[in-house]
């Protein structure tokens, strides 16, 4: 099923961002990589906010992985979901059957977290994948024509759209669903009463954006204010059956679309001991991103747990640390075949940014930290750059301009309606 | 549900490009216009052959209806399924309730005749929506994801693909697999055999591309072989188990990949009286669109038999028969308000063209007939102008210039996999 190599094998499981670099930096170098992801493109996470609110083509924030190794013979390409991990036995089980590994390289990411609610797994939607961002978007748009033809008592669920979560997922998701009702709506659907239509985000910390600086919090409330999305803080999502969010001030807020981006956790493999999985789910790894007691078996990205004095929570779950770790471990893994010992990753933190809509972002660097128009101009530009492919980057560039000069989110259309399983 | 309104009511049935065109003619005209249809977008259906195989984006052929209706007031969209009609009653039934009409326009369009064949209507792909030009897409990647892991008895069921009917949807889509076969599995797919790749197209008439002159015919029947496409003409489809395709001349071929574009019939809505549904399941209209002893109910588009002593078949299937019928019908209405009399539709047949692929497609016009690079550039220029918005034609214009200079068909990811219900 894989073929026969004289080289080492590393298996990498998952195509995200750690991986893909991995496997990259492995380009040509005497190892067999084997490099396993459900699907057969990459995803690009921080631009599935525009694709949920028709900002973008899905097709645009993903690229085909196999594009990505073309003329790579060392590298080998498997869409496969992994069932679970044998340790002793050096050997991951697929749906299409065992993979041996010399070297296995854990890069499976991260979920959504519900912390055990049922309820709320069921009915809140996520925006992790390419599907969740398309099922947003039908969603929203299959609600305002519901909306249409509702009952009267029916409408403010409906209408009401709840965004759990003020993180750059959240704020990100909410501020582009207030520029759709304000730019798009009035024009699609001049029946309906704008103003019924109200967008919520929910905080359980007293800021937005808790990861950023104070100034940079300050500012995308005041910027989440201006678009007429309703900010929550202090207060926390309760229970929520599909139709009626409660918080814990008991709060009701009648909805029918309840965006989850209020916790994340480690998609941490059936199989692996229980004493390497530490807070949030996440593999527990050392200095080299080795796990914890296991030589050959190494973790990055959102599904690790950089362990270090400095990090008790280990590192933000974003996707420079994710590549920065890729590097570090394919350099090792370089070293090894020269006979030279690993270096231990150091993480550089080039800051952090979102934004918030049309001219509306912040930026926090090392040095200076600014709002506004310029800190979007930044925003698009950095994103742009790390999307993958000029193709990408084109279409990408053409949708910003166009949506920027129309106030358009052109992509809406419900291709496959959303249905519950 | 619908708005009262003092002015007479035409419901339109369908929003392709019949009952688009027609309502955009009616645009704040002295009628109620409702524009009922099941998406909320429009599909530029010459282009999904594109989608299906990779070289497009779904929202790129696609338009949302509601905007091209923006402003006009006396239009009304509704998304929904229609039922049935209740001529008596002038009433359609769909999944949003009754609604009444003055006037009915059904231009439901058509949809795939497998001919009372359940095997073949349960196991076949066919290309008629967006969601079937993404299923293809889909199932023709997972095979080829499928075949690098199976085991070598079900290899040709996987490699084998089978277009069925060799009019322009099927030409067209044979051409442009033989192109991904040829630049594009090479690339991403090193570890199969290119040779092991059979792209088969059937065909129960003795030529290609029935429809248009013996010269297009002959010309795109060599463009095929040029490509690498195994035309079998003078023989027909008799079974098809999702294995195994067995034609008329007992020839068996394994594949899993079946696309079905031999035969297409009227969309004819529940509740009509027999005698209005003619060959095809088309309905039968006299000169001016009505239905047949239904003054205030006209069809057009595919799914109505324009009856002439001229075309005993009716029309040709095809958009522009659709567009010139709407505005004949919208013309009729607006006499109609001025107390004039009906003037009967006249069918002008402005040629017809095909692509098989780079560089290769065939025109026949009214007094000139060509093929080759500068037909392909005809056929694109006259896709591009006649595609609905600017961001579309962007969009599709950068899509073919690079497609064009890198062989490539970007748009290969498999988003939502393809399953059998």
């Not at 530490?278 to 362990?307: K, P």
């Not at 420079?320 to 890729?326: D, R, Y």
Request: charged share 20%; net charge positive; aromatic share 10%.
């Amino acid at each position: 099923m894989i073929p026969e190599s004289s080289l080492k094998r590393i298996v990498i499981a998952g195509g995200g961002f750690g991986g893909m670099e991995l496997a990259k930096a492995l380009r040509n170098k005497a190892y067999q990589v084997v490099l396993i992801d459900k699907n057969n493109y990459h995803t690009f996470q921080p631009l599935l906010y525009q694709v949920a609110t028709g900002g973008l083509e899905p097709d645009s924030v993903a690229f085909p992985l196999r594009k990505v190794f073309h003329g790579a013979e060392n590298i080998i390409f498997r869409m496969a979901e992994i069932k679970s991990v044998n340790l002793e036995e050096k050997t991951i089980v697929t749906t299409i059957g065992n993979v041996t590994f010399d070297f296995l390289v854990i890069a499976t990411g991260s979920t959504s977290n519900f912390f055990n609610n049922r309820d709320l797994e069921y009915n809140a939607m996520t925006l992790k994948t390419v599907s969740d961002a398309l099922n947003i978007r039908s969603l929203v748009l299959q609600n305002l024509e519901a909306a249409l033809v509702a009952d009267k008592k029916d409408l403010d669920a409906l209408l009401n759209i709840v965004v759990v979560g003020a993180g750059p997922t959240g704020v990100e998701v909410a501020g582009a669903l207030a520029e759709f009702r304000t730019h798009v709506l009035p024009n699609d659907y001049p029946e309906l009463n704008r103003q019924a239509v109200n967008i919520y985000i929910i905080e359980s910390d007293k800021k937005v954006l808790g990861n950023m600086s104070e100034q940079a919090s300050d500012k995308a409330l005041l910027f989440l204010k201006k678009l007429g999305v309703i900010p929550m803080l202090n207060v926390k999502l309760e229970s929520y059956d599909g139709n009626i969010a409660v918080l814990s001030d008991k709060t009701a807020i009648p909805t029918k679309t309840l965006i989850w981006s209020a916790g994340v956790k480690g998609l941490v493999p059936e199989g692996l001991p229980k004493n390497v999985v530490g807070a949030g789910a996440r593999l527990t790894i050392n200095n080299f991103c080795q796990l914890n007691g296991f030589e050959s078996v190494f973790a990055i990205g959102d599904v690790a747990l950089f362990d270090s004095q400095a990090n008790p929570k280990g590192l933000p779950m974003v996707a420079p640390v994710a590549m920065q770790q890729a590097k570090s471990v394919a350099n090792n893994f370089i070293r090894m075949n020269k006979g030279l010992p690993p270096l231990p990753f150091k993480y550089f933190d080039k800051g952090s940014m979102a934004t918030v809509g049309r001219n509306k972002a912040v930026v926090d660097l090392a040095f200076i930290r600014f709002q506004g128009f310029i800190a979007w101009l930044v925003w698009m530009a950095v994103h742009l750059m790390t999307l993958v492919g000029f193709r990408n980057k084109t279409i990408v560039f053409i949708n910003w301009f166009w949506n920027y000069i129309s106030y358009d989110r052109a992509v809406r259309l419900i291709i496959r309606p959303f249905n519950r399983k």
